[in-house]
């Protein structure tokens, strides 16, 4: 049980923003959200995590609501390279229980 | 400079077999996984290991046996093969104090 919920599949056109959400409406206090996504046929790779602020890296930014319920992950700049599938996760300590993610297609 | 790194990355062999699967990582961390990935694309974790010590050990028959001979490695050895234990098996590794996890390129596992 994954205990988020992500669209199944999501496109956008190289250059523009990527927006994806998540939706964790029973996250607990302790609990941080964190998003990786896996290229066809490699490893997950870490993108980032936030406990309640907003954070940005050299790679994305997540936006998480107030109450925490829900987070939204920002790829500014869409490559191609960055079609993936990207999963949003809670977790409190180190064990991760992956979900079905979201698909993202980036179009040229 | 590969930081978590395994070896064979494919793994043909037929039912009844024992073999392993090792992992490295040069990138000092603490603690280290294994996960597996089914055909569906599931990934669910194994096992988890701090400075040679299993911490995390999921609902996974008693025919994988994970071994930790120092903190920079963790194998994973499976014994009697069966035809469901096909998946992409992947290591991961995370900093001390840390929880972002690292992963290494995976190893296909094909039973026959």
């Known amino acids: 049980d994954a205990k988020t919920t992500q669209p199944t599949s999501m496109d956008c056109a190289e250059g523009r923003a990527a927006n994806l959400p998540c939706n964790h409406s029973?996250?607990?206090?302790?609990?941080?959200v964190y998003w990786y996504r896996q290229i066809h046929s490699q490893g997950p790779q870490y993108i980032i995590h936030?406990?309640?602020n907003n954070e940005t890296n050299e790679m994305a930014s997540l936006i998480i609501t107030e109450d925490r319920k829900s987070s939204t992950l920002i790829l500014p700049h869409a490559t191609l390279r960055d079609t993936a599938v990207y999963y949003c996760?809670?977790?409190?300590?180190?064990?991760?229980?992956f979900g079905t993610g979201t698909r993202l297609a980036v179009r040229p | 400079d590969t930081a978590v790194s395994q070896t064979p990355k494919y793994l043909v062999t037929q039912m009844g077999n024992d073999k392993s699967i090792k992992c490295e990582q040069n990138?000092?961390?603490?603690?280290m996984y294994w996960y597996k990935q089914d055909s569906k694309k599931f990934l669910k974790i194994m096992f988890s290991?701090?400075?040679?010590?299993?911490?995390i050990n999921e609902t996974v028959p008693n025919r994988f046996s994970p071994k930790s001979p120092d903190k920079a490695h963790l194998n994973l050895h499976i014994n009697s093969l069966e035809l469901g234990d096909s998946a992409v098996y992947f290591c991961?590794?995370?900093?001390?104090?840390?929880?972002?996890?690292?992963f290494g390129p995976g190893t296909r596992l094909t039973v026959t």
């Open positions: 290991y701090n400075n040679k010590e299993l911490i």
């Open positions: 936030g406990l309640k």
């Open positions: 991961a590794s995370s900093p001390p104090g840390a929880y972002e996890q690292y």
């Open positions: 990138l000092g961390h603490d603690t």
């Open positions: 029973t996250i607990s206090g302790n609990e941080y």
């Open positions: 996760i809670r977790s409190s300590g180190d064990k991760l229980t």
